[in-house]
C-alpha cells in the first residue's frame, strides 16, 4: 500500500467514514483514477428562492476595507476566504420566473437555441468530471416553490436534472449500496459496451487500410475516441465493484431544509471529502420553510415587504440563518485538511453562494447577491463592476473563470464575453 | 540570428518590388497602385504584395492572385479616393492575371480541392436513423445529449470540423441502444387500452386556487398561448395521466370541447385575439421526468390542431405518442400572458367587477375569471385509446428483423444462420453498401459473447444492432474515389446532399448496376429526390449554412417591444417562409435571381399581420403576389432581417457584413484588434447612422466599413424583428440612403435592391459555392475555382434556373471525384 493510500484511509477514517480500497490498487485504471484524484477542484453552489435584502447584504465601501454588512456578519471569521461582486447579473427578466436562470444565464425557454442548451454551471463542471467519481454531480433541492423554485441545475439536453430531496435521499445514495437487481443491469451494459468497442475496433482497422493519409489521420479520433471511452468503462467497472464508503452517522431523518440545512452541508462536505463527487448544488427552495424558524409570515410574502420594516427584520433575520449556514459549512471544509497536499478542503472548493434573484420586493434579477468562498482565489475584497447598461460584464465570465479553475478547457459559457477581469 | 534579421529587414525595404520585363505587368502596378497601404508599412485588411512571388507556386499565391483579380474586376480597388490607374493599365493586368491563373489550373489535377472523411452530424444522424428503422421521429431524438456540431461558415457537415471525442462515442453507445430497444420492443403487440378523464383537472398552483373555487376542477381551462412569458393555463396537462402513454403508437384522442368568449366584450387592443377566426386547440406531448407539465418544454412539436365551434362539441383525433409522453393541450390563439391581463380587465372594466378588498395578482386574478369573458377553452372529458398500429409487426421490426419478424418475435426462436442473415441485411443497408464477412463476423462475436453472458437469441441479436450502430462504418460517409472502385459512395453523396439521410433502396441499386453515373440516369434521381418529401432535410440544412438562419433564436427578440414574435410564433413562420420561397423556386426552376428580388412570397394569417399585407384566409402558408415590393427577396423576408439583427437593436453593420458575407462571397476582413469597438448608445439622440459616421473619420475603419456600411442602411426601415418602421423608438426619422464604395448611390431600400440585383455573378458565384460546399462537406479552395466557373456560365445559359444550379453541382467534376490518394 502506498503512503499516499494510507494517508487517505486514515484522513477517510477520522473523518467518521472507512472507504475500502482494494481492488482499485491494482488496476491501471486505480492508478489514473488516484493520480487524478490527488488534488482535485470541487465546485458546490447554493443559491435561494428570493435572493437578499439589499440594504442589508451590500457592504457600503469597496476593496478590501469594507465594513462588513448586516447580513455578512455571520462570515465575519471568514472575511479573508471570501470574495463579494457588485452589479454582475445576467441581465434576465421576468422576476420569479427567470431567477432558474442563476447557473445557467439564460431562460430555459431561450435555451434550446444556445450552443449547449443551457447547460448549467454545476452541470458543466459534472461533465468534466465524467466517471472519475461515483457521482458527477449531486444537487438537493426541492421539485415545488413559487413557479417552479430555485431550478438550478439543467443538462444540455434541457432537462432540469432531479434534485436529491433530503438529507435521507442523499445519505442512502452516498452509503447505501445499489440494489442487486440495478447493479446487475449496470455491469451488463458496461460488459455489452466493451463487446461492441472490440468489434468496431476491428472495423476501425479494416477502414483504415483502405483509406489515404488524410482520411486516415481523421480516423485517428475514432481510434483515440476508442480508447477513451475504454478507459471510462473500466472506471465505471470499478465503481462497481468498490464499495460505497462506510460511516458510523446513521441514516438521518428529514424533518424540512431549516432543521436538515445543518445535516445537509455536512453530508456535502462529506462526499467531497470522500470524493464521491466534485459537484454539488444545493437549492433553498420550497423545503425551506421558515415556520421552523419561529417565523408565522411566509418567506414569499416577507420577500414583498413593501418597505415595512417590521417584514424586512424577519427577511433578513431568514437570510441570516441561511448565511450562518454557509459560515458554518465554510468552517466545516476550513477544518478538512486536503490531504496531498498543504491546503484544507476549502482551498480546493470553489463556493459559490447566490440567487437568481436581486431584490425580491421588486421582482428584479440584477445585481445577484453573490459570495464566492474558497476555490485558491485572492478573497477579502468586494469588486465593483460597472453599473451602466452597455458597459455592465455579464455574470457568466464569472462562470468562465470558475470553470477555468476546476480545470474545464474552455473560455466560452452561457453569455460571457471573457473571463472574469479582476479575480485571481 | 540577431546579425541576420536586421539585414533581412533591411532587404524589405530596399527592394520591395524589384521590377523585370519577364515578370509581366503584375509588379509594377502593385507598386504603384498596391504596396502603399498592402506592404511592408501597412497591411491593410491584412494583405502585403511587395513579398508576393511572382508566379503561382503553391495554392496560397493561387489565393492571392485570385483576389487581386477579383478586386479589379469588381473596380473596388484601389479606393475611389486614390489615384485610379488607366483603363488600358487594368486590363492589361486583369489579362495577365486571368491567364496566369487558368495556366495553374489547366497544369494542375482537375478535381479540385480534398474532400475529407467525414461522420454524420446530428441531424444526418437522427435521419438516417429514422430511414433505416423506419422509426417515428416525431418525438424521438437519440442525438439530444450529442455535443453541438462544430460549424465552418455556417455549414455544419463540413469533415475537418466534424471531430469526434470519446464523449460523442459515449453517446454514441448510449443511442444505439435506445434506438434499437425503441425499434424492436415490444415484442408482442400490446393491448389496445382506454383512459377517460371527466373530472379533477387541476391544472398548474397559479391558477388552481382560482378554479377550485370557481369551477371545481370540473374542466380543463386554457387561457394563454404556448409562447406566453409567464404561462397560466398555456399547457393543460392530464395530472392523472403523467406518467404518459406506455408505448409508441398512434393514440386516438377524443375531447369534449367548448371555445368560449370568442366575442368577448372588452378592447381589441388588449385582449388582442381575432375574433373572427375559431379558437384553436393544439395537442402537444410532455415528458413530466424533464420538467413542470404546465410549462414549455425542449421537446414539443404540434401533434395536432383542432378548429373548435363555440358550442360545446366532441372532437378526435389520432396522434403518435411515444411512450412516456402524456398528452397537453394548448390554445395556439389564445391570450398573451394573461398574469398581466386579469389586472387589466378588472381595472378597466371596474363597473363589471366586484369592488376588490385585496387589490394584487391573486384577486384580480380570481374576479377576471370568475367574473370576466376572456376568450378561453374549456375541455369537459378526454378520451384516450391505444396503442394503435397500422400492421404489426410494426415497421421498424420489420427493417431489423426482415419477413421473418412475426414468427421470430412469436417464438423467441432463432438459428445461428438466421441471426447471421439478419446481420448481413441490416448492416449492408446500415453501412450503404454491402457488408463484408468479416464485418459480419464481428458483430457476431458480440452476438456470441451476450449469448455466453445469458441473454437470449434475440436479445443477443439486438445487441449486434447495437454494435452495428457504432461502427466506423455507419458513422462516417464513403467518400468517392478517384477509380471508381466504390459505385455506393456516390449513391451516398447524393443522398447527404438532398436527403440528409441514408440512400434509398432504388438509389443503391442504380449504383451497384452502375446505372446512376449516367447523366440522364442521375438527373432523374435528382428530381425524383427533389420531389420527396425528405428533401425537406436539403432545404432547411443548406438554408442553414448559407444564411445562418440556424442561428435565428439564438438571440431572442425582447419579450416587452416584440410580443407578436412570442404570441403568434413568428420564429417558426419566419423560417416557413424561407423555405417554402426557396422550395418554391426548386419545383418551378425558377431564376436565382429571385433571391435578390421577387413579386411573390409565402405567408401564413401570422405573417401577412407582420408585413402589412392582406391575410389568406386559411390557416398554412399561401404563394402572394408582392405589388410592393419592399418584402421581394430575402432581404424583405423576417427570417433573414432578424437573423441579422440581435432582438434588441438593429445594426447596419452586422446586416451589411451579413451581405457581404452570405449574398456576395466577399467577407469584409475582421476588425483590426487595436479597434474600438463600436458602443451603439441607444438612450442618446444620435442616430446609429450618426456613430457610424464618425467611425468612418478614422481612416482604418473607413477602409471596410465603406463597403460594408452602405450595405446595412438600405435595410434600415426594417426592425430587430423585420418589421416595417418610418421611425426609431426615439422618433429619430430613418434615413436608408447610402453610397457604395464606388459612389454609386441609392435612396431606399428599393434602389438598393437594383444595385445588388446588377451585382448577379458575383451573386451567382457566392451561392454555387456555398452549394458545393453543402454537396461535398468540405470548404472550397482556390483550386476550385474554374469548376465553380463553369458551372455559374452553364447556369446563365440555361436561364440561372434553381433546380439547374443544383443539377449543374452534381454534374460537376467536384460532386464526383475525391481525395488523391498521397
Known amino acids: ?424 | 540570428m540577431f546579425a541576420r534579421l536586421p539585414l533581412l529587414l533591411l532587404l524589405l525595404f530596399i527592394t520591395p518590388v524589384n521590377v523585370r520585363a519577364e515578370d509581366g505587368p503584375l509588379p509594377p502596378f502593385l507598386k504603384q497602385h498596391c504596396v502603399r497601404c498592402h506592404g511592408a508599412a501597412k497591411q491593410n485588411a491584412e494583405r502585403r504584395f511587395d513579398v508576393l512571388p511572382r508566379t503561382i507556386d503553391n495554392s496560397n499565391v493561387l489565393a492571392e492572385f485570385q483576389d487581386i483579380l477579383d478586386q479589379l474586376n469588381l473596380g473596388e480597388m484601389p479606393p475611389a479616393d486614390e489615384k485610379q490607374p488607366t483603363d488600358a493599365e487594368r486590363q492589361q493586368v486583369v489579362q495577365w492575371l486571368t491567364s496566369t491563373i487558368d495556366d495553374y489550373h489547366s497544369s494542375h489535377r482537375a478535381t479540385g480541392g480534398e474532400s475529407i472523411l467525414r461522420r454524420l452530424n446530428a441531424r444526418e444522424y437522427r435521419n438516417t436513423i429514422r430511414d433505416l428503422l423506419h422509426l417515428n421521429t416525431t418525438m424521438f431524438d437519440p442525438t439530444v445529449a450529442f455535443p453541438r456540431d462544430q460549424t465552418v461558415e455556417h455549414l455544419d457537415n463540413v469533415g475537418d470540423t466534424l471531430v469526434t471525442s470519446g464523449y460523442l462515442l459515449q453517446q454514441y453507445l448510449m443511442a444505439a441502444e435506445s434506438v434499437i430497444d425503441k425499434a424492436v420492443f415490444p415484442l408482442l403487440q400490446p393491448e389496445v387500452k382506454t383512459w377517460k378523464f371527466t373530472s379533477n383537472f387541476k391544472q398548474q398552483p397559479e391558477i388552481d386556487q382560482v378554479h377550485g373555487k370557481t369551477n371545481g376542477f370540473r374542466h380543463m381551462t386554457l387561457y394563454d398561448v404556448p409562447g406566453a412569458d409567464k404561462p397560466e393555463g398555456a399547457y393543460g396537462p392530464i395530472h392523472a395521466f403523467r406518467e404518459g402513454v406506455p408505448f409508441d403508437g398512434i393514440y386516438e384522442i377524443r375531447i369534449r370541447a367548448e371555445a368560449l368568449n370568442r366575442n368577448h366584450p372588452y378592447s381589441d387592443a388588449i385582449v388582442g385575439t381575432d375574433k373572427t377566426e375559431p379558437l384553436r386547440l393544439g395537442i402537444v406531448p410532455g415528458d413530466h421526468t424533464v420538467g413542470s407539465l404546465h410549462l414549455p418544454q425542449p421537446m414539443e412539436p404540434l401533434l395536432a390542431e383542432i378548429e373548435l365551434a363555440d358550442k360545446p362539441a366532441w372532437y378526435t383525433v389520432r396522434v403518435w405518442l411515444d411512450a412516456g409522453y402524456t398528452p397537453r393541450f394548448t390554445f395556439q390563439n389564445g391570450l398573451m400572458d394573461a398574469r398581466n391581463l386579469w389586472k387589466k380587465i378588472v381595472q378597466k372594466y371596474a363597473d363589471e367587477f366586484p369592488e376588490p378588498k385585496n387589490p394584487g395578482i391573486v384577486e384580480h386574478r380570481f374576479n377576471a375569471i370568475k367574473y370576466g369573458k376572456l376568450p378561453q377553452i374549456h375541455l369537459h372529458e378526454i378520451e384516450i385509446t391505444g396503442p394503435l398500429y397500422d400492421s404489426w409487426p410494426k415497421p421498424s421490426q420489420t427493417a431489423v428483423l426482415g419477413d421473418a419478424a412475426a414468427t421470430v418475435l412469436e417464438s423467441g426462436e432463432l438459428t445461428d444462420a438466421q441471426m447471421r442473415a439478419q446481420l448481413q441485411v441490416f448492416a449492408s443497408r446500415a453501412y450503404r453498401r454491402p457488408a463484408s464477412l468479416d464485418e459480419v463476423d464481428r458483430i457476431m462475436q458480440v452476438v456470441d459473447s451476450q449469448r455466453q453472458s445469458g441473454r437470449t437469441p434475440l436479445e443477443a441479436l439486438t445487441d449486434g444492432f447495437k454494435a452495428v450502430l457504432c461502427s466506423p462504418a455507419f458513422l462516417y460517409l464513403e467518400e468517392p474515389t478517384r477509380d471508381g472502385t466504390s459505385a455506393t459512395a456516390l449513391a451516398t453523396r447524393l443522398s447527404y446532399f438532398l436527403w440528409s439521410s441514408m440512400p434509398d433502396e432504388r438509389l443503391l441499386e442504380l449504383a451497384a448496376n452502375g446505372w446512376l453515373s449516367k447523366p440522364d440516369v442521375l438527373d432523374a434521381e435528382v428530381r425524383r429526390m427533389l420531389a420527396d418529401e425528405k428533401s425537406d432535410a436539403f432545404i432547411d440544412g443548406f438554408l442553414a449554412s448559407w444564411l445562418a438562419l440556424r442561428d435565428l433564436g439564438s438571440m431572442p427578440p425582447d419579450r416587452d417591444q416584440f410580443s407578436d414574435y412570442y404570441r403568434f410564433d413568428l420564429k417558426s413562420a419566419m423560417l416557413e417562409e424561407t423555405r417554402q420561397f426557396t422550395r418554391h423556386l426548386i419545383d418551378q426552376n425558377l431564376s436565382i435571381s429571385n433571391f435578390l428580388d421577387s413579386d411573390f412570397t409565402f405567408v401564413n394569417k401570422a405573417l401577412a399581420r407582420h408585413y402589412d399585407l392582406p391575410a389568406p384566409a386559411d390557416i398554412g402558408f399561401h404563394k402572394v403576389a408582392l405589388t410592393d415590393r419592399r418584402r421581394g427577396g430575402l432581404l424583405g423576408q423576417a427570417s433573414v432581417l432578424t437573423v441579422t439583427a440581435n432582438g434588441i437593436d438593429t445594426s447596419p453593420v452586422v446586416r451589411g457584413v451579413w451581405l457581404l458575407d452570405n449574398v456576395l462571397g466577399t467577407p469584409p476582413s475582421p476588425p483590426p484588434p487595436d479597434v474600438e469597438p463600436l458602443d451603439p448608445d441607444i438612450r442618446g439622440a444620435k442616430t446609429i447612422r450618426e456613430q457610424l459616421a464618425k467611425h468612418r473619420t478614422n481612416a482604418s475603419c473607413n477602409d471596410c466599413h465603406r463597403k460594408i456600411d452602405p450595405m446595412g442602411f438600405a435595410l434600415e426601415n426594417f426592425d430587430p424583428i423585420g418589421q416595417w418602421r418610418a421611425t426609431y423608438r426615439k422618433k429619430q426619422p430613418i434615413d436608408a440612403s447610402g453610397e457604395m464604395p464606388d459612389g454609386t448611390t441609392y435612396n431606399d431600400m428599393q434602389s438598393f435592391r437594383a444595385i445588388l440585383v446588377a451585382q448577379h455573378e458575383l451573386f451567382c458565384r457566392a451561392l454555387t459555392s456555398k452549394l458545393l460546399a453543402y454537396a461535398t462537406g468540405r470548404q472550397l479552395e482556390a483550386i476550385d475555382r474554374p469548376h465553380i466557373d463553369q458551372i455559374t456560365d452553364q447556369l446563365q445559359e440555361k436561364g440561372n434556373g434553381m433546380a439547374d444550379l443544383i443539377r449543374l453541382v452534381i454534374h460537376s467534376p467536384v460532386f464526383h471525384e475525391a481525395p488523391v490518394p498521397n
Open chain 1, 1 to 424: 500500500m502506498s503512503i499516499r493510500s494510507y494517508q487517505r484511509r486514515t484522513f477517510l477514517k477520522s473523518a467518521g467514514v472507512c472507504l475500502a480500497l482494494p481492488v482499485l490498487e491494482s488496476s491501471e485504471a486505480a492508478r489514473a483514477a488516484s493520480a487524478s484524484r490527488s488534488v482535485p477542484q470541487r465546485l458546490v453552489c447554493i443559491g435561494n428562492e428570493f435572493g437578499m435584502y439589499p440594504d442589508a447584504f451590500w457592504p457600503k465601501a469597496d476593496g478590501r476595507d469594507y465594513e462588513l454588512s448586516p447580513l455578512l456578519k455571520p462570515l465575519q471569521e471568514h472575511r479573508n476566504d471570501f470574495t463579494l461582486f457588485s452589479h454582475l447579473d445576467h441581465g434576465l427578466k421576468g422576476g420569479h420566473f427567470a431567477i432558474h436562470g442563476f447557473l445557467t444565464g439564460v431562460k430555459a425557454a431561450d435555451a434550446r437555441n444556445l450552443p449547449e442548451g443551457g447547460i448549467s454551471l454545476d452541470q458543466k463542471a459534472a461533465e468534466h468530471v465524467g466517471a472519475q467519481t461515483r457521482f458527477p454531480s449531486l444537487a438537493i433541492g426541492s421539485d415545488n416553490g413559487v413557479h417552479g423554485g430555485c431550478q438550478m441545475s439543467w443538462t444540455r439536453t434541457g432537462t432540469r436534472v432531479p434534485p436529491i430531496p433530503g438529507p435521507r435521499e442523499l445519505f442512502r445514495q452516498l452509503f447505501l449500496e445499489d440494489g442487486a437487481e440495478a447493479r446487475r443491469s449496470a455491469t451488463a451494459r458496461i460488459q455489452l459496451q466493451e463487446s461492441i468497442l472490440d468489434a468496431v475496433l476491428g472495423d476501425a482497422n479494416s477502414l483504415k487500410r483502405k483509406l489515404n493519409k488524410s482520411d486516415g489521420q481523421k480516423l485517428e479520433e475514432y481510434f483515440s475516441s476508442v480508447r477513451d471511452v475504454e478507459r471510462k468503462l473500466e472506471l465505471d467497472r470499478q465503481w462497481q465493484q468498490v464499495p460505497k464508503p462506510e460511516t458510523d452517522l446513521s441514516e438521518p431523518v428529514n424533518q424540512g431544509l431549516v432543521k436538515d440545512m445543518p445535516a445537509v452541508y455536512d453530508l456535502i462536505a462529506l462526499a467531497l471529502q470522500t470524493d464521491s463527487t466534485r459537484v454539488a448544488t444545493l437549492e433553498i427552495g420550497h423545503s425551506f420553510a421558515v415556520q421552523d424558524l419561529g417565523i408565522k409570515k411566509g418567506y414569499h410574502s416577507l420577500s414583498h415587504h413593501g418597505k415595512v420594516q417590521a417584514n424586512i427584520d424577519l427577511l433578513v433575520q431568514i437570510e441570516m440563518y441561511q448565511l450562518q449556514q454557509l459560515a458554518r459549512f465554510l468552517d466545516k471544509l476550513k477544518s478538512i485538511r486536503e490531504p496531498d497536499s498543504d491546503g484544507t478542503l476549502l482551498d480546493h472548493t470553489m463556493v459559490l453562494h447566490g440567487s437568481g434573484m436581486g431584490n425580491a420586493n421588486s421582482h428584479t434579477n440584477s445585481d445577484l447577491p453573490l459570495i464566492l468562498a474558497g476555490g485558491g482565489f485572492q478573497h477579502g475584497e468586494q469588486k465593483r463592476y460597472p453599473a451602466e447598461g452597455r458597459s455592465r460584464v455579464p455574470l457568466c465570465n464569472l462562470f468562465v473563470s470558475l470553470l477555468q479553475r476546476f480545470g474545464v478547457e474552455t473560455d466560452q459559457f452561457g453569455t460571457s464575453t471573457s473571463t472574469l477581469t479582476g479575480l485571481s
